[in-house]
């Protein structure tokens, strides 16, 4: 079964679908020796090169990973826009011919959850339901609100008549001059809490998204440390954005008969044991 590249690339974790194209206007993909065109189709047997590296396509599903990863305000997710952005990928997991793909990540000043996957099509889903995803953050506010900042705030309207779904607002402690809020959102992404910040007149002295969709951020994860989500948690990832179970779906298991194939060709061919010299093959009650 033929799939357009840029789906097969992306599923794989290898790129973006943005970026397959890119590579494609740019002549740097190729199939089987042939320069790529936008929706070429891929089947299992083709041969792709990426400025003429071969590109490793093993199955999609078979090792998809998701990870939570604590980002310290500041650090950049993307490769090469910070002198920092090299040691954030030093601190990820290694995947063999795959990237980590973000989903919904933060703005470079703000910190906390990030949610990354090496399955192109998991992250693309997610980020088509994010509005309707229930997104808690941390917010540090300066001061001690009054109440009416508070409400504006619970409101969820931002200026120029705009606004956000919230769900909740509690208080969370604090110390000093500051004041800790759990505000917990439908969709609601880093910058819009900003402007609702603004809107309501408090001041905003730190930002941290703890929780996206189903997934909160452990508070014993440490800064610029990650961990990989459990496979319980890695299904309802998958049934929340509508997609299959991928250790049951075609491409998993056509690659799981390759697999098993394979491995009996090779016992097929493997020869047989001979029989040691002077053994005695006749019947056993023959010398009685």
Known sequence: MSERIQKVLARAGVGSRREVEAWIRAGRLSINGVPAALGAQLGPRDKVTLDGRPVRLRAPDSDTRVIIYHRTPGRNLTPGDSPDSGQFLDRLPRRAGRRWVPISPLPPNDGGLELLTSDGDLAQALMRKLSQLRIEFAIRIHGEPRPEQLERLKSGLLDDDESI????????????????????????????????????????????????????????????????????????????????DPRKSPSRRRFERRTVSRASARVSRAPRNPRRKGRVTGNRNSDR
Request: glycine fraction near 14%.
């Open 165 to 244: 779904a919230i769900e909740s607002l509690e208080a969370a402690g604090g110390e000093g001059a500051n004041r800790w809020y759990t505000l917990v959102t439908r969709g609601g992404r880093a910058r819009d809490v900003r402007r609702l910040c603004a809107a309501a007149g408090v001041e905003l002295s730190r930002l941290m998204r703890v929780g996206l969709g189903p997934v909160l951020m452990d508070r014993s994860l440490a800064r610029e440390r990650s961990r990989s989500l459990g496979l319980g948690e890695t299904m309802e990832l998958y049934a929340l954005a509508g997609l299959e």
